[in-house]
């Protein structure tokens, strides 16, 4: 098991960025496959990105895709999700989770064992 801290969340104006950060302890980081999921409210949490162990397979969700980046140092035990040209159909909680039984991250809630408390990131227009 792992435990894991999110941090970075806020309040921006649309068009406006944030980088979130996630870090682990516990477990080997290195061992665990990462991903960024978010929820709003009233709806099912949604998958963001997720990176792979060694960061070689990176993948994100279509609302996403050429605006976040995610990241992740394995030295630092953390992973990063950089988000660019924020809307306010991004509002939501955003949770880091991570999985030691994968290679790399899936793309559903289910496919991850540990999940951190997560961050609020507001979108204002």
């Known amino acids: 098991q792992v435990q894991l801290v999110e941090s970075g969340g806020g309040l921006v104006q649309a068009g406006g960025s944030l980088r979130l950060s996630c870090v682990a302890s516990?477990?080997?980081?290195?061992?665990?496959?990462m991903g960024w999921f978010r929820q709003a409210p009233g709806k099912e949490r949604e998958f963001v990105a997720s990176?792979?162990?060694?960061?070689?397979?990176?993948d994100y969700g279509d609302l996403v895709k050429g605006r976040f980046t995610i990241s992740r140092d394995n030295v630092k035990n953390s992973v990063a999700l950089q988000m660019n040209n924020l809307k306010p159909g991004d509002t939501a909680v955003y949770y880091c989770?991570?999985?030691?039984?994968?290679?790399?991250?899936?793309?559903?809630?289910?496919?991850?064992?540990?999940w951190g408390q997560g961050t609020q990131v507001t979108v204002s227009s």
């Open positions: 989770a991570a999985v030691a039984r994968r290679v790399w991250g899936g793309v559903t809630v289910g496919e991850y064992d540990d």
């Open positions: 516990g477990r080997t980081f290195s061992s665990y496959a």
């Open positions: 990176i792979s162990r060694s960061g070689g397979r990176i």
